[in-house]
């Protein structure tokens, strides 16, 4: 994903924020579904930037909880 176009991985970015929010609000997220038509090296960047997002979100929530 290093030689991508710097917007593309902007958007890439930021859906993998917005499904990692989803997920923490509850809402389902199939990431195998959102991921399907990516490239192998697209998928494992993407999963990575998910799971980044979603644990600061889950950090977030139990933060917001106490």
């Given at each position: ?10 958007n ?55």
């Amino acid at each position: 994903m290093n030689q991508q176009d710097p917007h593309a991985l902007k958007n890439f970015d930021f859906l993998a924020h917005s499904f990692a929010c989803m997920h923490a609000l509850g809402q389902p997220v199939d990431i195998d579904a959102v991921t399907g038509n990516m490239s192998d090296e697209q998928q494992v960047w993407f999963r990575e930037r998910y799971d980044h997002y979603r644990k600061q979100a889950e950090r977030a929530s139990v933060i917001a909880l106490r």
